[in-house]
T-cell receptor
Framework: QKEVEQNSGPLSVPEGAIASLNCTYS??????FFWYRQYSGKSPELIMF????GDKEDGRFTAQLNKASQYVSLLIRDSQPSDSATYLC????????????FGQGTRLTINP | SQTIHQWPATLVQPVGSPLSLECTVE??????LYWYRQAAGRGLQLLFY??????ISSEVPQNLSASRPQDRQFILSSKKLLLSDSGFYLC??????????????FGQGTRLTVV
């Protein structure tokens, strides 16, 4: 059974600080990694994806991937109250069809 | 640009009744299409995916079925709903046919309550 593990939180971070979200996965053959943001009652919204080891930056977001440790993280700099949401880590076990395995999600709250 | 439409947004159905949820994608051809379910307090679970018309792969045994009658249309059905079918159903699409890493994008979802 392929698994993706996240700390369910809640994670509370003051406004303007860095929020750090972590995710581990069990399938060493996983090919691609995604972070989705989900506001309460809404559908997931893709915010970052990463395919290679190292860091990938997009605005205030940085995704980090370490395939040897089977670990992927998301950093949110200058956190804003609008960043308060549940963040879902997803892993695709193969290229092509997106057979994503999701973690349970980490609930993030940014305190003004 | 590509858009994905999913309806209805909410649905309350009695146990034993049939179900039909529809999803359509615009602005792309030959997409991969997916149905996910998010049960209360649980993560998203892949139910079905399709890489082409009439091609359906089921990921978990369940009371549901899927069909893809047209290139950009994906339908989730049930003949008789169970209480355990309640949840948030999400349709998603990704670029098809490349064999490369691609991203998946979700529709707005249907919140189904079986009573």
């Amino acid at each position: 059974q392929k698994e993706v593990e996240q700390n369910s939180g809640p994670l509370s971070v003051p406004e303007g600080a860095i929020a750090s979200l972590n995710c581990t996965y069990s399938d060493r053959g996983s090919q691609s990694f995604f972070w989705y943001r989900q506001y309460s009652g809404k559908s997931p919204e893709l915010i970052m994806f990463i395919y290679s080891n190292g860091d990938k930056e997009d605005g205030r977001f940085t995704a980090q991937l370490n395939k040897a440790s089977q670990y992927v993280s998301l950093l949110i700099r200058d956190s804003q109250p609008s960043d308060s949401a549940t963040y879902l880590c997803a892993v695709n076990e193969s290229m092509g069809a997106q057979k994503l395995v999701f973690g349970q999600g980490t609930r993030l709250t940014i305190n003004p | 640009s590509q858009t994905i439409h999913q309806w209805p947004a909410t649905l309350v159905q009695p146990v034993g009744s049939p179900l039909s949820l529809e999803c359509t994608v615009e602005g792309t051809s030959n997409p991969n299409l997916y149905w996910y379910r998010q049960a209360a307090g649980r993560g998203l679970q892949l139910l079905f995916y399709s890489v082409g018309i009439g091609q359906i792969s089921s990921e978990v045994p369940q009371n549901l079925s899927a069909s893809r009658p047209q290139d950009r249309q994906f339908i989730l059905s049930s003949k008789k709903l169970l209480l355990s079918d309640s949840g948030f159903y999400l349709c998603a699409w990704s670029v098809g046919g490349t064999g490369e890493n691609t991203e998946a994008f979700f529709g707005q979802g249907t919140r189904l309550t079986v009573v």
